[in-house]
């Protein structure tokens, strides 16, 4: 999740594939209907650029401005993701997980 923010505008789509894949990996036993539908992240792009995603199917990430709203399942995830404390926060249907860098989380149940 570290390495999702490189600080330029291109993205690769091999290295996004194998985060997922590694995620993948690493939980098994979670099932399609039980896998994050988003990723929200702080961005270090600059002053103008707040946070970026990582969708569950898209390999993609997109980066949004201050004032370019996320997707809305998504939006929610916003103000958890700008804050110091967490690294990224996972979005469920249901509820959010924000986790800090040494692995912790904090679960949000919406």
């Given at each position: 999740?570290?390495?999702?923010?490189?600080?330029?505008?291109?993205?690769?789509?091999?290295?996004?594939?194998?985060?997922i894949?590694?995620?993948?990996?690493?939980?098994p036993?979670?099932t399609?209907?039980?896998?994050?539908?988003?990723?929200?992240?702080?961005?270090?792009?600059?002053?103008?650029?707040?946070?970026?995603t990582?969708?569950?199917?898209?390999?993609?990430?997109?980066?949004?401005?201050?004032?370019?709203s996320?997707?809305?399942?998504?939006?929610?995830?916003?103000?958890?993701?700008?804050?110091?404390q967490?690294?990224?926060?996972?979005?469920?249907?249901?509820s959010?997980?924000?986790?800090?860098?040494?692995?912790?989380?904090a679960?949000?149940?919406?």
């Open positions: 999740m570290t390495q999702l923010d490189a600080g330029c505008h291109c993205q690769d789509p091999r290295a996004v594939e194998a985060l894949a590694a995620i993948q990996q690493e939980l036993e979670v399609i209907d039980k896998l994050p539908i988003g990723i929200v992240s702080r961005c270090c792009l600059g002053e103008d650029y707040e946070v970026h990582l969708d569950q199917t898209g390999g993609i990430v997109q980066h949004y401005r201050r004032n370019k996320l997707p809305p399942l998504l939006e929610r995830a916003r103000s958890l993701a700008l804050h110091s967490y690294l990224f926060v996972e979005v469920y249907i249901d959010l997980v924000a986790v800090r860098s040494n692995g912790e989380t679960f949000i149940n919406q």
